[in-house]
DNA sequence: GTAGGATGCCTAGCACCGCTAGGATGTCGA
DNA sequence: TCGACATCCTAGCGGTGCTAGGCATCCTAC
């Protein structure tokens, strides 16, 4: 009956998130380069094939890990912003939070944001939640704002580039925190 | 005799030099992960081991690649530098030579400052031609500002932010002029 | 209650990857 | 001329992402 298609397509459902979360945890704990199709079947107590019924391939499956990461940055991002009072801060409490998210889920922040990817920031298609996500930084500016979707954008990339290269080991990270004075100081300040 | 050697020797470091460049080759042409042993070791028309007489192994290789383009990086920000009287421009034109750089050789590019490598920006050990490099965002800055080392990394980091999300497509690149002034007139115009 | 059909899943295998052991081949010096 | 040495290739190892084909189970319809 459809009793049982629809506990079929709940387990079905319940899978597909495992598979996720398996991937995800096993990236965070070991690095991408250990997640293998082999590996992680043998994680969710499936074959390999199993995978390929809710995945198209691998790509697929770091793609939807990073979905989630981009859900899970954008209420960082949001929580961040919506602490800080004053609005000449918010910019700043947004970007520390970014660095924050960027170093303390390595794993997750490379899949959403260096493997290679056809996900877009700025697109119709663009996941809703990384359009919120950029919206936290939108938000910190003045909405007669004609540039902030630039500014955002410039201020996104900025930091992912300190973080990105503090994680791949070629700046150091222990002056990290003057790296970001020096960027907000620079870029956050109440503009035009 | 030596002669014999000499020959030989040169004959070898010949070969090493065509393994980098036909490597080099191949990833601009079809992208780094078109470039394995096997067809690397086919196009200098050699078998695979001879690969391992001269590099430890894949990584090695890149790397090699990647030591390369900083020495063309330097010389190619040297140029617009030097081609920049005014020193206030100077930056400037640094600025606009690196994305220049970066957009036109995308998997140079990559070798360089996205593949997982050992090489450090600021360490005993960095390559004298990233530390070329690195040193032509360091000149920008009057000899007397005591933190040009740490604006040069920020601001080369900002510019790595641009190239790598451009790249990847995940920010357009027709809008890549407009971040590149923002990014200029907020970080380059004289400070402290 | 049972035959028939659809569905779900696994075993086995494909072509490829980076890398290496071991042997054939050719060259050099005594 | 012959032994020692260096050079280089064939073949193969264990791994990768991915898929074809068959088996077993479960639901449906009679």
């Known amino acids: 009956m459809s009793a049982i298609k629809e506990r079929r397509e ?6 597909h998130q495992l598979i ?3 991937a995800r945890e096993l ?3 070991e690095g991408w380069e250990a997640v293998t199709t082999r590996r992680l079947a043998e994680r969710v107590e499936y074959s390999q094939p199993v995978l390929y019924s809710h995945f198209s391939g691998k790509d697929a499956i770091v793609r939807a890990v990073s979905i989630d990461g981009f859900g899970e940055l954008a209420a960082h991002l949001g929580r961040a912003r919506s602490a800080t009072p004053e609005p000449g801060q918010a910019l700043h409490a947004v970007c520390r939070a970014y660095l924050e998210f ?6 997750l922040y490379q899949a959403m944001f260096v493997m290679p990817t056809d996900v877009k920031f700025a697109h119709a298609e663009t996941p809703p939640q990384l359009r919120a996500a950029f919206d936290e930084f939108v938000s910190c500016f003045r909405p007669d704002n004609a540039r902030r979707e630039l500014f955002a954008e410039v201020i996104w990339s900025a930091l992912h580039g300190v973080a990105v290269l503090s994680d791949s080991g070629r700046i150091p990270p ?3 925190d003057e790296r970001l004075d020096f960027l907000i100081a620079r870029l956050a300040d109440t503009p035009s």
């Open 10 to 15: 709940r387990e079905r459902a319940q899978r």
């Open 20 to 22: 996720i979360t398996a």
């Open 27 to 29: 990236a965070e704990a």
């Open 102 to 107: 960027a170093t303390e889920r390595p794993a």
């Open 174 to 176: 222990d002056t990290q």
